[in-house]
């Protein structure tokens, strides 16, 4: 975002015309900690999937993109 070209153009923009400290990051979950090789992509995937569902972060609530069915 520092740099001005972060692909998501609405966040961008949004990051340019209010600042740094106008946006507010947090943990919604946490995995267990299994191993250091263990592949938490599908664990991951899936969280993020219920929170789109839940949270709906699109349009006016945020800046993911719906996707198409």
Not at 21 to 49: R, W
Request: hydrophobic share 35%; net charge negative.
């Amino acid at each position: 975002m520092k740099f001005g070209s972060h692909r998501n153009k609405g966040l961008q923009e949004e990051w340019n015309q209010f600042g740094e400290t106008a946006f507010v990051y947090e943990v919604v979950a946490e995995l267990a900690y299994k191993s250091a090789t263990e592949d938490y992509g599908k664990e991951v995937a899936v969280l993020a999937e219920l929170y789109l569902e839940e949270l709906m972060p699109f349009g006016e609530k945020g800046y993911n993109k719906q996707a198409k069915k």
